[in-house]
């Protein structure tokens, strides 16, 4: 497969509903993944467009620049793994606050002003944390806990589903 040829195919993935895309044959393994693809540990959309995940080590020479982002890929998924059982670990003595609702999550009543909380803030049962627009209307939503936070666990204007996570909070 030429590299015009997977240009080509690139572009025809981004005017479909295609999520994503494998093709194999011989030492050429293309993965392509499209606009609507949905990552699975995060829930949110991939909207950058199309982009390329793997090519063969072992490609043509007019497919020689692509080749070196193979190896880089397979390291960095790796150590993931090893690395989060210690993660939750951590984690299991915080307690979550949780998204009443489904909705767009905003850290801060507009652009202009500043996050309602951020790490290392101490909040207090009932002080307001963030915003959750849905169907237009914008809900300010409190906290049911008081302590520290330590982790925020959502990007601002990123679509939330109901009780997913937000934050978690130290409560010692």
Do not use: W
Not at 54 to 61: G, L, Q
């Amino acid at each position: 497969m030429s590299f015009k040829e997977i240009q080509e195919l690139i572009k025809l993935i981004a005017k479909t509903e295609l999520s994503e895309f494998k093709y194999e044959k011989g030492d050429v393994k293309v993965h392509v993944r499209g606009k609507s693809y949905v990552t699975k540990n995060v829930g949110a959309q991939n909207s950058s467009g199309p982009s390329i995940i793997s090519v063969p080590a072992a490609a043509p020479s007019y497919q020689s620049a692509p080749a070196p982002a193979a190896p880089a890929t397979a390291p960095v998924a790796a150590p993931a793994p090893a690395a989060a059982p210690a993660a939750a670990n951590d984690e299991s003595k915080y307690v979550e606050v949780r998204s009443p609702m489904i909705g767009t999550f905003y850290r801060s009543p507009s652009p202009e002003k500043g996050p309602y909380v951020k790490v290392g803030d101490t909040i207090s049962k009932g002080d307001t944390v963030c915003i959750v627009e849905a169907m237009k209307l914008f809900n300010e939503i409190e906290t049911e806990v008081s302590g520290k936070i330590v982790k925020m666990l959502v990007e601002d204007a990123q679509p939330i589903e109901y009780d997913q996570p937000l934050f978690l909070v130290d409560p010692s």
